[in-house]
Nanobody, 126 residues
Framework: QLSLVESGGGTVQPGGSLRLSCQAS????????MTWFRQAPGKEREFVAA????????LYADSVKGRFTISTDNAKNTVYLQMNSLKVGDTAVYFC???????????????????WGQGTQVTVSS
């Protein structure tokens, strides 16, 4: 069973930065594409950033492009989300997710998630 544990959330002022981490429990992390989603109060869960299992394909939501960076460290079974120039509108619970094993590309839909993390709260407020 694969479990995902996020960390790094917190409260930051607009314009600030945070780095989220998502560590997988098993070595199978290396065979799965990884995606970050977020869910703000009263809104649906939405795609934020995705990376393929090889790391060769990366995609960002338009709302975070140029401000967020997704990366992986296969030796640590960890995927990161570096968030810079944070805005009030980025406030949400952030979830990492593992996609189908051996999927060659990326995934952006919640319906394609095999495993979810528990989520970490990010609050951007002055």
């Amino acid at each position: 069973q694969l479990s995902l544990v996020e960390s790094g959330g917190g409260t930051v002022q607009p314009g600030g930065s945070l780095r989220l981490s998502c560590q997988a429990s098993l070595r199978t992390f290396a065979n799965r594409p990884m995606t970050w989603f977020r869910q703000a109060p009263g809104k649906e869960r939405e795609f934020v950033a995705a990376v393929s299992r090889s790391g060769s394909s990366i995609l960002y939501a338009d709302s975070v492009k140029g401000r967020f960076t997704i990366s992986t460290d296969n030796a640590k079974n960890t995927v990161y989300l570096q968030m810079n120039s944070l805005k009030v509108g980025d406030t949400a619970v952030y979830f990492c997710a593992a996609g189908p094993r051996n999927l060659g590309g990326i995934f952006t839909r919640a319906i394609d998630v095999d495993y979810w993390g528990q989520g970490t709260q990010v609050t951007v407020s002055s």
